[in-house]
């Protein structure tokens, strides 16, 4: 374990800004990191940088979570119960339980970062999100330094949320995150209408979980940049949430705007269709702009630094509330 100092975080952080951290260490293993817990406590956490836009150097000890390996806990006929470290990329976890047969992680292929930061934002895409498969999340209690598991339902998992994000912020290191996978009669959720229509261009009746992985990987790669390639954090916003009395006044002036009923009272319009509506989509202000293909994903061309990225939110929150009176609230954590 050897402590860095003044390294770029460029390469770790999908957004690609380059800040800088004062001190850095990466950690590889629970040893490592109970022995870092005995002399530091004030520190920033990182682990893959997929869900975070720096807009500043870091002064305190940046701690890279770089712990692997996936162990097969038990198994019955039909489920496979499996605990990964934290550090596993996540995509490469989900195309090793595709290869195992393990199914319920298939619609959320492709997603960027690692397996221990998806319960903190319940990671979610095409009708499927982490938590229905989550059994239970392994941490670190910062200030105590004991391991603190937290059951499903501990968790409180919402729409891209969760206690992680609220009560148990900045109080634990997420160590592992374990799973409940089927082994066989795979419960496959293709209701998702552009996996649908890739399963029949592809004239595929009975899909498998290996189908499904490949509709979505196509349909992310069609819609969404690829941060290896373009900077960027996925959705920077999350889908609002609004009355219906507001809803039926947009529909009166927009009958094909998109929406998914919440209650009765509630409804969600997709965050991508507002922005487009306002004239942001595919524009490019410098180095910082919003995806051509879709409005939700803000994208950083080289070197917009992370202020620039933000302030371009800000302004894009400001239009959406001036011409829909909705507010907008960022998914990114803001650095
Ligand atoms: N839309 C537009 N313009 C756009 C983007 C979207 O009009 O620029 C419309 C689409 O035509 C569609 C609707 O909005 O009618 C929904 O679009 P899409 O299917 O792309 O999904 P989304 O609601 O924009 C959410 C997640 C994505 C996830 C997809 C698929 C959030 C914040 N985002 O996006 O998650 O991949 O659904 O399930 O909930 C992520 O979190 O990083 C992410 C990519």
Request: aromatic residues 8%.
């Amino acid at each position: 374990m050897t402590i860095l100092e003044n390294i770029s975080l460029r390469e770790y952080n999908t957004f690609g800004v380059d800040c800088y951290a004062k001190r850095f260490v990466t950690i590889n293993s629970f040893y490592e990191l109970q022995q870092l817990l005995t002399s530091e406590k004030d520190f920033f956490l990182i682990s893959g940088g997929s869900n975070m836009l720096l807009t500043q150097n870091i002064d305190k000890l940046v701690v890279l979570i770089d712990i692997k390996g996936v162990s097969i806990d038990k198994e019955d006929a039909n489920s496979v119960y499996l605990t990964v470290n934290a550090g596993e990329n996540w995509h490469n976890f989900v195309l090793w339980c595709i290869s195992q047969d393990y199914g319920g992680l298939e619609n959320l292929s492709l997603i960027p970062g690692n397996v221990g930061t998806c319960p903190i934002q319940n990671i979610g895409a095409y009708g499927v999100e982490v938590k229905d498969t989550i059994t239970k999340v392994e941490t670190i209690e910062i200030t105590s330094g004991k391991l603190v598991t937290f059951s499903n339902s501990d968790c409180n998992f919402g729409y891209r949320n969760s206690i992680f994000k609220n009560e148990a912020k900045g109080k634990y290191i997420l160590t592992a995150v374990s799973f409940k996978l089927s082994k066989n009669n795979h419960v496959l959720n293709t209701s998702y209408g552009a996996i649908e229509t890739a399963l029949k261009e592809n004239n595929i009746v009975s899909p498998t979980i290996k189908d499904v992985s490949n509709a979505v990987i196509a349909i992310r790669q069609s819609k969404l940049p690829d941060p290896k390639e373009i900077g960027n954090s996925g959705s920077f916003f999350k889908n609002p949430v609004i009355s219906n009395t507001l809803f039926n006044n947009i529909q009166k002036e927009h009958p094909t705007v998109p929406s998914y009923k919440i209650s009765e009272d509630l409804v969600k319009v997709p965050a991508g269709w507002l922005i487009e509506q306002c004239g942001f989509k595919g524009k490019r202000f410098g180095d910082a702009g919003v995806h051509k293909n879709q409005a939700l994903v803000l994208v950083n061309y080289g070197n917009a630094t992370g202020k620039e990225i933000h302030k371009l939110a800000q302004e894009i929150q400001q239009t959406v509330m001036n011409n829909f009176n909705i507010s907008l609230e960022i998914e990114v954590n803001v650095i």
